[in-house]
């Protein structure tokens, strides 16, 4: 079955350690996206990319970084600058970066701070 | 400044009934408009998606309505079932069919047998 992939579920991060959270699709989307979500906040965009070797910074991408290598591929590094790093993290792909386009997301990581 | 809502109250009727949930936008002109439905611990699932130009979707006992005028988006689950219990989520474009999706903080519904 086509989909996205995210791993782990659970993720726990000590002070001043820098974590990658994974996000495998294949769907061959060109789009891929990295959100957010707080407890009653919708989801937040941290980075988006509309093509392989090329990503952008969305709404809230300071202390989080990213790379797209690989089509099918976009992993996420929360580094320690990110202060405030516990939620939930949710990955998703679409065919193209347009509005019409529907969002497949993964079934997200969960990360907190021990 | 651009907010996009939706009821934070969770919504609670009896199987059967039809439930109807709002999402409210200012100072966007959206060209599309997205649902979907979250499970609780789990990724959102697309449900539908409506046009600007399009009064009304359907999808089997799914409705969305979106009105550009009074900037809001209407769903509709019609003869609600247990299994409906979720949290719905809108979406909408943030300018120019960028695909850079806005989410509204979602509406849990609680369907009761």
């Known amino acids: 079955d086509g989909g996205i992939t995210q791993s782990p579920k659970y993720l726990f991060r000590k002070e001043g350690q820098n974590v990658t959270l994974s996000c495998e699709q294949n769907?061959?989307?060109?789009?891929m996206y990295w959100y957010r979500q707080d407890p009653g906040q919708g989801l937040r965009l941290i980075y988006y990319?509309?093509?392989?070797?090329?990503?952008q910074k969305g709404d809230i991408a300071e202390g989080y970084s990213v790379s797209r290598e690989k089509k099918e591929s976009f992993p996420l590094t929360v580094t320690s600058a990110q202060k405030n790093p516990t939620a939930f993290y949710l990955c998703?792909?679409?065919?193209?970066?347009?509005?019409?386009?529907?969002?497949?997301f993964g079934d997200g990581t969960r990360l907190s701070i021990l | 400044s651009q907010k996009i809502e939706q009821n934070s109250e969770a919504l609670n009727i009896q199987e059967g009934k039809t439930a109807t949930l709002t999402c409210n936008y200012t100072?966007?002109?959206?060209?599309?408009l997205q649902w979907y439905r979250q499970d609780p611990g789990r990724g959102p699932v697309f449900l539908l998606l409506?046009?600007?130009?399009?009064k009304e979707k359907r999808k089997e006992r799914l409705k969305v309505t979106f009105d550009t005028t009074l900037k809001q988006s209407l769903f509709h689950i019609t003869a609600s079932q247990p299994a409906d219990s979720a949290t719905y989520l809108c979406?909408?474009?943030?300018?120019?069919?960028?695909?850079?999706?806005?989410f509204g903080q979602g509406t849990t519904l609680q369907v009761k047998p």
């Open positions: 769907l061959n989307h060109d789009a």
């Open positions: 998703a792909s679409s065919g193209r970066m347009k509005g019409d386009q529907p969002q497949h």
């Open positions: 409506i046009r600007e130009n399009e």
């Open positions: 979406a909408l474009d943030r300018s120019s069919n960028t695909g850079k999706l806005i």
């Open positions: 100072n966007y002109s959206p060209a599309y």
């Open positions: 990319s509309q093509i392989v070797n090329d990503f």
